[in-house]
């Protein structure tokens, strides 16, 4: 095996200047093999594994180790009668084909129970100009000749050929190949992130189902008033950078590699920065994983960023411990740094789903729904596209979380998007809603509750185009549909409709540790509470604006926290709001 590994718990980074091996040979010579070799065996004397009776004494010292590495290197060329006579000291793995034949299945089953990652580093190299080439002669070969010789021993054990051929991935699950990028950063303690190799191509193996420590977020992100760029150690050997396009900001991901499967599934929800954008001063960063505890005393939840205006640079971090082990830290992070940094320049944020309609009437529509984690928002615009309705010709969707908006100099309300993929919760989609994307998708912690999927939505174009509002709706998943309390409202006034989103009201739907009703300031934690002075005068002028333009601002009733109605709920939604926009109401 070429280049340099880590284990890091359930975790095989593999480093490589563009080449792996090739041939069964190099494989099982490799030092990674024998390591993994060496880690099954303790496992099978650590559960005491019928297994342990083809050695004698029941443990495999080091000798035994290189025994059994020379006995599977011939069995990738010759069949199990002759190995005998090749490998001294071999026939107590041999006397018995069957139970040997056994532990080659559940070596090849121990490998792939890890997550396993290949970074081909580009520095001196031009790995990154040939993308394709260069991930057919890492991965798809590694993948190749792991098959290939788990294959060839277990023939040349048995005698016989498979019947039936499954094609499980067996090389890596994701690959990326990475350069180091001189990033104008400022002096000081930003020169810490001078070595760390930078994310420019990434390739997975689509559909793919993680398991992450976690399964929700709890907390808040907490403003500091220090840079956690100045109390913290980072070895750039366990970090990569992942350069996000959160709408038209950029903003540098750094995760540690124990998050390695959160890192790389930043690439089912956020576009990569280009060259262009690598040559500029980003306007975040957050260091997903810190080690050593060096942030906890930052804050009681160390969740935490820190503004620094003298640069204009948000900066944020969170702890290199499983209990932040959940997508929704690295998500809701890059949307909070997002959402300051647009409140700074006046933009106002939201939390919600922007989506344009096509009717058949030659009707446009654009609707923000904005709302708290499962109210409904991504619920209803799964249910528009499922839809059988002839009204319906297209739907484009903006933005399918957060977003932020802007007041052209006609006093229009243009929208913006962050995201070109969805974060949506499994359990409340209708068969098919999410399933025409499974192929593409990332399932993560799937037998447990708040399961959830990752799949793309969108294109960039689109997310930062700028679209006229025409209409602003509050996702509310809490009440009942009677005559006082129809699917959409409209506010009459924007004093009623500040009320409303500035209150947050939500029933929980296990996104968070959250239970029952709670409220949020504008449904959205993320930014706005931590500059509720800004974001009130912001909120103010905004939808004085939207009244102004006369644009239709209500609540939309998806009934998505009311049990019985979380299919059901979004669905008659979606009815009623093509309803509104052709007129039939």
Known sequence: MYGNFKIIENKIILTSKGRLCETPEELINSELFREILSRF????????????????????????????????????????????????????????????????????????????????????????????????????????????????????????????????????KF???????????????????????????????????????????????????????DVVELDPSDWLCYPVKAGDLIIHVYFHYKFAELGFSLCNLFEIADEEDMKKKPDGLYLYGVPGGAIDSLSELPTVFYEDEENGIFVGACPNDAKFGYFGYLKKM????????????????????????????????????????????????EALRALETSKIRDIKIIADDMGSLEIAGNGEIIGYGTETGAFLRIDDLKDGYAFGQIDRSIIMNASMVNARIIMPVTSFENVIMGHKIDFVLYANNYEEIDEDHPVIEKFDSAEKARSVFREGTVMSKGTTTSTGIVHSYYANVFGPPQY????????????????????????MRTRLGIPGWEMNGPGESAKALIELVCGDK
Not at 335 to 356: C, D, E, I, Q, Y
Not at 533 to 548: G, N, Q, S, V
């Open 41 to 172: 065996t303790a496992h099978l004397e650590k559960k005491k594994s019928i297994l342990l009776k083809m050695k004698k004494n029941g443990h495999f010292s080091d000798e035994d180790i290189s025994v059994l590495i020379k006995v599977l290197l011939q069995l990738t060329k010759n069949e199990i009668s002759v190995v005998p006579g090749i490998v001294p000291d071999s026939d107590e793995y041999l006397n018995n084909p069957q139970m040997l034949n056994d532990f080659v299945e559940q070596l090849y089953n121990f490998w792939r129970d890890y997550e396993r990652y290949v970074i081909c580093d580009s520095e001196g190299d031009s790995l990154h100009k040939r993308p394709y080439r260069t991930f057919n002669e890492t991965i798809d070969r590694l993948t190749n000749v792991v098959r290939k010789t788990y294959r060839e021993v277990q023939e040349n054990i048995s005698g016989t050929h498979p019947r039936i051929y499954r094609q499980v991935e067996a090389g890596a």
């Open 175 to 229: 690959g990326a190949i990475s350069v180091p990028k001189n990033i104008p950063y400022p002096s000081g303690s930003y020169e810490k992130l001078r070595d760390m190799p930078i994310i420019r191509h990434i390739l997975m193996n689509p559909p793919l189902i993680l398991d992450p420590p976690m399964n929700k977020r709890t907390g808040k992100f907490v403003k500091i008033n220090t840079n956690p760029l």
């Open 334 to 381: 890059i949307l909070t740094l997002h959402n300051s940094k647009k409140m700074k320049t006046g933009k106002m944020p939201f939390h919600g789903a922007l989506v344009r309609l096509y009717l058949d009437n030659d009707k446009e529509a654009t609707i923000l729904f904005i709302g708290d984690s499962g109210a409904g928002k991504s619920e209803t615009l």
């Open 532 to 555: 509720k002075e800004l974001h009130d005068a912001i909120a103010e002028r905004y939808f004085d604006a939207m009244f102004k333009k006369g644009i239709f601002v209500g609540q």
